[in-house]
Each structure stands twice: as C-alpha cells, then as structure tokens.
T-cell receptor, first 114, second 112 residues
Framework: DSGVTQTPKHLITATGQRVTLRCSPRSGDLSVYWYQQSLDQGLQFLIQYYNGEERAKGNILERFSAQQFPDLHSELNLSSLELGDSALYFC?????????????FGPGTRLTVT | DQQVKQNSPSLSVQEGRISILNCDYTNSMFDYFLWYKKYPAEGPTFLISISSIKDKNEDGRFTVFLNKSAKHLSLHIVPSQPGDSAVYFCAASEDSNYQLIWGAGTKLIIKP
C-alpha cells in the first residue's frame, strides 16, 4: 500500500459527459502528479501540483483540468469526454521538490467512455 | 516522438537467472533515470534510480547501468525470482522541469 488513495476505482460514462477523479496523497507529501495510461502505452504525464500551485504541465488536453486543495488532495476534471479518453488515470505524490522523482502511485482509476 | 523507448514488450527468464531490461532515450538533456515496477491492478512502484553523473547504481538484487554515450540504460535483476514478474517501466527527466517521460514498459515473466 503506497498510501496514495484514488477514487473511484472504476468509472463508466458516455461521450460528452464530465467526470471528476479524486486523489489523496501520502501523509506529508506536498506534490501531486496526474498521469494517463492508455492501452499498452507508457504513462503520459498530465500535470503536477505542489502545495496548491501548478508546478509543471505535460500533455494535458484543454478539456482536462486539475486542482489541489488546501488539504492537499487533488481532483482531475475531464469534460466533453471522447472514446479516446478511456484509460487508466494514475495519481502519484512525492514529498516535495527535493525528491520529486521518487513518486508514490495510487492504484489508479479506470475510466471507460462508451 | 518517443523520447524513451523500451523496445521489448515482453521478456521471459528462468527463475534464478539474470533478467536484463533495456531502455533507450533520445534526449541528451535527461538528468535522471528511473525504473518502476507495476503489478496488475496496482500503480507503479519506484524501484531504483540513477543520475547522469553515475554509470551504475546497485540496490540488492537490482542494478541499473547507464551508458550516456549510447543513450542507453539497463536494469539487471540477479537472481530473478517469481515475484519479479511484473511490468517494468523506464522513465527519465530533465531536472529543470520535474516531468517524467515514460517508456511503454516491458512485461517480465519469470518461469519456475
């Protein structure tokens, strides 16, 4: 158990809809990262927050947005969903900028868009 | 454009032998390289890392080798155990932007 929790575990929704994925980092971790893993692909970095502020941005679509709240949990919002958004979405956390590369991952949320 | 490539989608190794997983990269600005291990239905788990100032890093049965001139790194697992069966991801980053670039993964199967 990495200490990172993600909800929900599975999500099935229709095209055009909007969903919110939630992540709680390990206790004491200030950084949260979001990744997308499509079938048989590596993880694609989406976005990182550090202590409530956006720190780095990767290949995140404009239809997607994220935020980190004062209690350090984070939410990833996906809107106008398309079939191609079906993927595993992982959240990870790390202590901070000093050990950012040792990220602890949650179990992921599997999103299916029908 | 894949900056980090793991060209072997899968690898099968006899228990007790050495497993060698390979990773190639194209970006010469990468400073840190990492290996993560992933079991089904779980998130990736950090395994071992190496910075570009080193060419080798060991942690128990796991050793990562970095060849900067060839832009190649490898993970050696000796001896391989059944619990090592998992998908292994190579990842790399330029320290300046904290963003990890991941390979597509190699599925390692350890045969009894």
């Amino acid at each position: 158990d990495s200490g990172v929790t993600q909800t929900p575990k599975h999500l099935i929704t229709a095209t055009g809809q909007r969903v919110t994925l939630r992540c709680s980092p390990r206790s004491g971790d200030l950084s949260v990262y979001w990744y997308q893993q499509s079938l048989d692909q590596g993880l694609q970095f989406l976005i990182q927050y550090y202590n409530g502020e956006e720190r780095a941005k990767g290949n995140i679509l404009e239809r997607f947005s994220a935020q980190q709240f004062p209690d350090l949990h984070s939410e990833l919002n996906l809107s106008s969903l398309e079939l191609g958004d079906s993927a595993l979405y992982f959240c990870a956390s790390s202590v901070g900028q000093g050990e950012w590369y040792e990220q602890y991952f949650g179990p992921g949320t599997r999103l299916t868009v029908t | 454009d894949q900056q980090v490539k793991q060209n072997s989608p899968s690898l099968s190794v006899q228990e007790g032998r050495i497993s060698i997983l390979n990773c190639d990269y194209t970006n010469s600005m990468f400073d840190y390289f990492l290996w993560y291990k992933k079991y089904p239905a779980e998130g990736p788990t950090f395994l071992i890392s190496i910075s570009s100032i080193k060419d080798k890093n060991e942690d128990g049965r796991f050793t990562v080798f970095l060849n900067k001139s060839a832009k190649h790194l490898s993970l050696h697992i000796v001896p391989s155990q059944p619990g090592d069966s998992a998908v292994y991801f190579c990842a790399a980053s330029e320290d300046s932007n904290y963003q990890l670039i991941w390979g597509a993964g190699t599925k390692l199967i350890i045969k009894p």
